[in-house]
């Protein structure tokens, strides 16, 4: 019996045969009769492998190789990643019974650097590939495009006049986890401009009815409904699990609280708001996600604004009439940036301000800087804790 690590590879070296790369290649182009054994992990597999091997990973051989490899005559070549764990899984596999099973030296590593061909799982199912194909088409998606939207994870807050567009959009686009974060009911008022609800929901929660259109959209997409207000102590927890915050909500405390859990998490936040005839959108790329995602980073809402103003001077609490149509303007702004955020593609708003005045149907652009006293993202940084600012009403 061979007693160290060393001694048991030498020992199945000598009980196993071996076959080079270039002869595999060699037998695989004369279509010999060989089944390849990927012995790989799972991931690995999933990042390419030899075209028509058979994924075993090799913790799983004695348990899979009957029902996988059901004729012990068959000649078998083993293969890893270096040639290692092929040869022991050779060394198994004729334990097993299999009388001709080689092990390929070295493995999948150098294959892939000879350039011999390697093949990939499909990400994308045949209704997936039908269901998305425009986006497909397009170079800047394609597929490996669509797989990211389709593992991203967006977190809308609020599903009102902004949230309502944005979310029908982003599920159809098969973005993977949309959460909401929305204590309401709808109301007959809301849905002038929420069209994300419907008249037969009036009354019931506007996550669970956002969930329902979702549902129906786009059976790819799973609605995360977070059925509370955005606070202090729960700011972190409702953030954490995902990639871009989409904000459609339209209050000072929300606004700042949002702001700065941006900047404390590196989280990219797709801002919009609208007032009668009037929107705007921008997103705050904090320093830190802008490296993660390789873009460029912008101000925080701070920097514009270090901190909200007192409430008595704070926009009046009353109800602001709205042109309905203005949230789907906006809100499928929100939706472009984000997606944008994911694909890598394109510029995002960072440090710019988009305005739209919908009765002149003007666009119009403002710069916005990054200031060095800013009081979260600057150097010296004198906001390091959550703030709950009070006495501000909600719009939505
Ligand atoms: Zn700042």
Request: hydrophobic letters at 40%.
């Amino acid at each position: 019996m061979p007693s160290t690590y060393t001694d048991l590879i030498a020992d199945v070296r000598k009980r196993t045969k071996q076959v080079s790369l270039e002869e595999l290649k060699r037998r695989l182009d004369a279509r010999e009769k060989v089944t390849l054994v990927d012995v790989r992990e799972k991931d690995e597999w999933r990042a390419g492998y030899i075209p028509g091997a058979v994924s075993i990973p090799r913790g799983y051989l004695e348990m899979q190789a009957e029902q996988k490899l059901p004729d012990k005559n068959a000649p078998i070549v083993a293969y890893c990643a270096g040639g290692t764990r092929s040869a022991l899984a050779a060394a198994t596999l004729q334990e097993l019974g299999y009388m001709h099973v080689e092990t390929a030296n070295p493995g999948f590593v150098r294959w892939k650097d000879l350039n011999y061909p390697i093949e990939s799982p499909p990400e994308l199912t045949d209704a997936q590939r039908e269901r998305y194909s425009r986006h497909i088409l397009l170079p800047e998606v394609g597929e490996a495009g669509q797989v990211r939207l389709l593992k991203s994870r967006m977190l809308l807050l609020g599903a009102g006049g902004l949230g309502s567009p944005a979310i029908m959009y982003l599920a159809a686009a098969g973005v993977g986890t949309i959460g909401i974060v929305d204590a309401d009911v709808v109301d007959a008022s809301n849905l002038q401009r929420q069209i994300v609800h419907a008249t037969s929901r009036v009354g019931t929660a506007k996550v669970d009815s956002a969930a329902t259109t979702v549902a129906e959209l786009n059976p790819d997409v799973k609605v995360v409904p977070h059925k509370e207000r955005l606070t202090s102590a729960n700011v972190e927890r409702l953030f954490d699990d995902y990639d871009v915050i989409v904000d459609g909500t339209d209050n000072f405390p929300t606004r700042y609280l949002v702001n700065d859990a941006s900047v404390f998490m590196g989280k990219p936040v797709v801002h919009g708001s609208i007032f009668r005839f009037d929107g705007q959108a921008t997103t705050f790329m904090p320093e830190s996600a802008a490296k993660k995602l390789g873009v460029a980073a912008g101000p925080c809402y701070r920097c514009l604004y270090p901190e909200p103003p007192p409430p008595h001077l704070a926009p009046s609490c009353q109800e602001a009439g709205v042109l309905g149509i203005l949230c789907g303007i906006i809100g499928t702004i929100q939706a472009t940036e984000a997606i944008k955020i994911v694909l890598g593609k394109g510029s995002t708003l960072a440090g710019r301000l988009l305005t739209y005045d919908s009765l002149q149907m003007k666009f119009r652009e403002l710069k916005l800087r990054r200031s060095p006293e800013c009081p979260v993202c600057g150097p010296k940084p004198s906001i390091t804790s959550y703030i709950d600012y009070e006495g501000f009403c909600a719009v939505g």
